[in-house]
């Protein structure tokens, strides 16, 4: 790879401004000074530093965000507020989408990445990641409504969703309900609660697989998540 190129890639500055940077003697390459930005360096192998500091390779990012409501699970809209645009410059770089969406009005975990195999794997129902939500509803969950989402519902449109996980946070308070899903369809959790006669009223998404939403995020902040954390989000599955 082109010195420039890992420099962008790994988000540290621009092509220009790398070329700067090289001819000012600032990067060096296993410890020599690299005076050109377009020599070929060995990203997995090389020891690339700038201004005397090494620059881990990532390859992919990964990041966790809070997502709060009214923004668009994204990576570009013409009017509305996305949530790349929420990311601080130090996590941002080109490729960034989020893998999988949520609704506008929905909070909690979002994983954003520019691994389009990560993201495959993890959206799709062969892999069986369950997503955890708690959801507020407009009236109790019955017993039959419980029942229906965990045997699985099919709508009258014909349209089924494959058997969900529930249960109730606060023994008596019904309308606080905890539902894993291994899908992820247009407005699933909202339409399986509409089968019941429950509308949803908020929506959070805590937990991917294994790996729950860091609640030391505040809504709209984002960090990256490490590698030991990103592989709970499949462990326990079946892939
Ligand atoms: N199901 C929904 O209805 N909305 C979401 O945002 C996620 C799952």
């Known amino acids: 790879m082109r010195l420039d190129k890992f420099m962008t890639s790994q988000n540290i500055c621009s092509r220009k401004e790398a070329s700067k940077l090289a001819k000012s003697g600032t990067i060096t390459v296993n410890g020599k000074p690299a ?8 990203p997995e192998r090389d ?13 992919f990012v990964y990041i966790m965000m809070n997502k709060p409501s009214g923004v668009l699970s994204a990576s570009t809209d013409k009017k509305a507020k996305t949530v790349i645009d929420l990311l601080p410059d130090e996590l941002r770089r080109r490729g960034l989408f989020p893998a999988g969406r949520l609704d506008k009005d929905t909070t909690g975990l979002l994983i954003i990445t520019d691994d389009g195999g990560f993201a495959h ?13 708690r959801a507020a509803l407009d009236k109790p969950l019955s017993d039959e409504g419980k029942a229906k989402l965990e045997r699985g519902v099919v709508l009258e449109s014909g349209e089924s969703f494959r058997p969900a996980r529930v249960r109730f946070p606060g023994e008596s308070d019904r309308t606080d309900v905890l539902v894993e899903i291994t899908e992820g369809r247009f407005h699933e959790v909202k339409r399986m609660f509409a089968s019941c006669g429950c509308e949803v009223e908020k929506l959070r998404r805590l937990a991917v697989g294994e790996l729950f939403l860091d609640e030391k995020l505040s809504e709209g902040e984002a960090r990256l998540i490490s590698s030991e954390e990103l592989k709970r989000v499949f462990s326990g599955q079946n892939s």
Do not use: F
């Open 121 to 133: 794997k993890m959206l799709s129902p062969k892999s069986g990641v369950y997503k955890l939500y």
């Open 47 to 59: 020891i690339i530093e700038v201004g005397g500091k090494r620059i881990e390779y990532r390859e």
């Open 35 to 42: 005076a050109k930005c377009d020599m070929k360096v060995d």
